[in-house]
């Protein structure tokens, strides 16, 4: 089920009038209706995928059990790597098995030696990604005894598939969501309040933003054969607002969602295109990925002690392996890589963490040389998406070789750039709501406290309609196919 | 949390009502295809691909035949002849009709496939497409057509056009003629042309071919109809250069509908007069120039009515 569908539209005050007018009473029912909701959700997409949430629910959930009863240092090993194993098991088969048969018969093919395996027909299970993190990241940390498992399978399974967040994320850590479950959930109307506005936002930034940014990316990236540097500029500036609005707009409306239900998860983009260096930019966007990687595979390696090899060699590994979780083609190893490359300048020259504010802080508008670096850092991010956003590697590096033609002078021109101006016309405007809105965790929270009423409520309305008229037919999030 | 739900239906509710206002009163602007769902079952059809629904006028024929018309035509990709399109046809169709006129516009894109197999009519490009996934197509309000397929991603700048002070590219009547306002400066529409020419002859010649599943469809959408009325056949006009890429594709394409034109009322063939006319983009009649086709098409009509 789609957040911007109208299917959610039905969905979401069913399961909110259930779960606070009929199962308020009683904590377990609450988590009942949450899972039974959550399963609902996930098998309108496609419930034959709903066998894995609940196999992997089970291992994990008995992993759990099973490490809190040994102490036993091989067997406890041994639990660890049963979960790590299953998890990254099905990962691996449905995400990367065509990937690596591919990559292995070509090198064959390569050789000269021609081999006879047939690419098999995997459907990518929704949200795998994400729900076989948020598990691994639970069984990792009862593993490391930072974390009493849950006995409550009930408790573990809503923690496990909890819809707002199920999908794309955030992708949240056992300590932090699992103890909400455990306690009992009341109604804030401040809260209530403030999750419909983190709704109505990223609502605004999927629809209104990402899916108008997107026609346009998508006609210039899947024919960039036939356009100019200049067009494919503004093809890769297209996209680079439309994976900004697209994802950080799910993980609004997934977190206005949590909200509504008495849950706080955790932020997952804090205005990157606003960062002043890479690093910065990697602190702000999708957060509870980055934290992730460094939490479970960056730190174990060593993170940033050791010498200046090591070093170099674990910011390569997790940008290159943050990469590919996104996606089973070289592009995405590529932009990974590229993004190493950005960082390791600033890692190397203990600059890496000088930047941990949010641009001109408690000023309208920054000084000319955050400016610059802003700029700069944007301009960097750009060009690493445009690996992301193409088809393979080398349609990558021909809108680059283009990109870096005479071409780049001339006047950005292709079929519907007069539309494509109200669309530009729009993301300017969401760019300096964001701009304005930029301390708080999202740009319209404190809306309520700068203006009068009739003005807030104008501006909802606006924003409201806004995104019905922008609705038509539902577009998928982009992240729902990592 | 009454004050919280309270609040939250009230704000639907405006929003809501607005935008039921919107689709009401704007539809037109908003969506090239919708209008066309929301009409009742209809007793005279213009029938084909964009040439027609840009070209043919309703109210042209209506004021020469004296009867009310829908422009039924879609585009290249959602309503070539073929199983799709026939469906949809006989759900618009009145099933009382005795007397109906249906004009329908011929050419050789729309009895055409860009599928690898050009007869694997299970996976032919309309399928997914509105007048595939909507069932009911007479409904106003239509729900289903508003779910599955409204505005995409140009419902935003359509509105904006809709309420700007400057003319807007797209109107669709409630007859269902698509008025497209554009500049019609020499400069711009031989700009159009060499674009809408350079796309026929790189793309579509080398994509598209024959599809011997289209022609039977069309044969039998022709054999359908004469139970309800007569059936005219019309090749509209276009500007020479994409009649000569037609004329690649299909060379033969006159006889090639032999059939389906022996089971017709009547068939004209305007291709030869494509100089006479204006072009937007050498593949769609200007409004002047569609018109002008409209009315020679309805004089054409009423003088093989009084045979």
């Known amino acids: 089920m789609l957040f911007n569908s109208l299917d959610f539209a039905i969905f979401l005050p069913v399961v909110f009038v259930l779960y606070w007018f009929v199962f308020n009473r009683h904590l377990r029912l609450q988590n009942l209706l949450i899972v039974v909701s959550s399963y609902f959700f ?28 040994e102490n036993r240092p091989l067997l406890r090993k041994s639990y660890l790597w049963t979960s790590i194993l299953v998890n990254l098991g099905f990962l691996g088969f449905f995400k990367y098995y065509n990937f690596f048969l591919d990559n292995f018969r070509d090198v064959f093919t390569f050789f000269g030696q021609e081999i006879n395996i047939g690419s098999l027909h995997i459907i990518l299970p929704v949200g795998i990604s994400f729900y076989t993190f948020q598990t691994l990241s639970y069984t990792i940390d009862v593993y490391n005894k930072k974390l009493k498992p849950t006995k409550d399978f009930i408790e573990f399974s809503a923690y496990v598939s909890f819809f707002p967040q199920l999908v794309a994320g955030p992708i949240e850590r056992a300590n932090q969501l699992l103890p909400q479950f455990k306690t009992q959930r009341f109604f804030s109307y401040e809260e209530g309040v403030n999750g419909l506005r983190q709704i109505l936002w990223g609502l605004f930034k999927k629809v209104v933003i990402a899916d108008n940014c997107a026609e346009f990316a998508n006609l210039i990236f899947n024919n960039s054969e036939n356009y100019s540097g200049s067009t494919l500029v503004l093809g890769a500036l297209f996209f680079t607002f439309q994976i900004y609005g697209d994802f950080s707009g799910y993980s609004d409306i997934a977190i206005g969602t949590a909200r509504l239900f008495g849950f706080k998860l955790m932020r997952n ?21 980055s934290t992730w990687f460094r939490d479970y595979l960056y730190i174990p390696l060593g993170g940033s002690k050791g010498g200046m090899a090591k070093k170099i060699r674990n910011t390569f590994i997790i940008f290159i392996v943050s990469g590919f979780w996104h996606g089973a083609n070289w592009t995405f190893i590529v932009w990974g890589a590229l993004n190493a490359i950005y960082f390791l300048p600033l890692l190397l020259t203990s600059n890496n963490r000088s930047n941990l ?13 955050d400016l610059g670096k ?18 393979n590697v080398g349609h990558a590096a021909s809108i680059i070789t283009e990109i870096f033609s005479p071409s780049l002078l001339s006047i950005p021109a292709f079929f519907g750039m007069s539309k494509a101006l109200t669309v530009i016309i729009f993301t300017i405007i969401f760019l300096l709501v964001e701009w304005f809105g930029r301390e708080n965790e999202f740009a319209i929270e404190k809306l309520t406290n700068k203006y009068f009423g009739t003005l807030k409520w104008a501006a909802y309305f606006i924003i409201g309609v806004l995104v019905l008229i922008s609705s038509g037919k539902e577009q998928e999030f982009i992240y729902f196919q990592f | 949390m009454k004050k919280f739900i309270f609040k939250t239906l009230i704000y639907v509710l405006f929003v809501s009502l607005f935008f039921a206002w919107i689709i009401y009163s704007k539809a037109g602007y908003l969506d090239p295809y919708y209008v066309r769902f929301t009409t009742p079952i209809q007793e005279n059809l213009i029938l084909g691909t ?19 018309f829908l422009n039924f035509s879609f585009t290249e990709a959602h309503s070539p002849y073929g199983p799709t399109y026939l469906e949809s046809i006989k759900r618009k169709l009145d099933p009382n009709t005795t007397d109906g006129i249906f004009i329908l ?3 050789p894109w729309s009895i055409s496939s860009i599928l690898e197999d050009p007869n694997d009519s299970l996976n032919f490009r309309e399928v997914p497409l509105c007048l595939g996934n909507t069932k009911n197509i007479n409904l106003k309000p239509n729900f289903g057509y508003l779910k599955e397929n409204f505005g995409g991603n140009n419902l935003l700048t359509n509105f904006i056009g809709s309420i700007s002070p400057v003319s807007t590219l797209m ?25 809408k020419v350079d796309e026929y002859r790189n793309n579509h010649l080398l994509n598209y071919k024959f599809s011997s599943t289209r022609l039977k469809s ?18 509209l006009p276009v500007h020479e250069n994409i009649l000569e890429i037609e004329n690649e594709l299909a060379p033969e394409f006159n006889s090639l509908l032999l059939e389906v034109i022996n089971k017709s009322s009547g068939f004209l063939d305007l291709t030869k007069k494509g100089n006479d006319f204006q072009f937007t983009d050498g593949n769609h009649l200007s409004k002047k120039s569609g018109a002008e086709v409209s009315l020679i098409i309805s004089e054409w009509v009423s003088d093989y009515n009084k045979k």
Do not use: C
Not at chain 1, 362 to 368: L, Q, S, V
């Open chain 1, 269 to 289: 983009f804090a205005y990157p295109y606003f960062s002043r260096d890479i690093a910065e930019f990697w602190r702000r966007w999708h957060i509870s990925l």
């Open chain 1, 374 to 391: 802003m700029g700069f850092t944007f301009m960097l991010t750009v060009f690493a998406w445009i690996f992301f956003r193409a088809e």
């Open chain 2, 218 to 235: 069309l044969l039998e959408l022709v054999v359908f109809l004469n139970h309800y009325g007569k059936v005219y056949l019309v090749r």
């Open chain 1, 357 to 369: 504010e949010i641009i001109a802080k408690g000023k309208y508008f920054p000084n000319i040389s």
């Open chain 2, 171 to 195: 109107y669709l009547h409630d007859d269902g003629w698509l008025e497209v306002t554009i500049n019609m400066d020499s400069r711009l529409v031989e700009n159009r042309l060499n674009r």
């Open chain 1, 42 to 69: 996930y098998a309108w997409w496609d419930w034959r995928f709903l066998g894995l949430i609940v196999f992997s629910t089970l291992v994990d959930y008995g992993v759990g059990i099973g490490l809190d009863k």
């Open chain 2, 105 to 107: 516009t011929i050419d």
């Open chain 2, 50 to 68: 964009s040439r027609a629904a840009q070209g043919l006028q309703p109210q042209v024929f209506e004021s020469h035949l004296k009867r009310t």
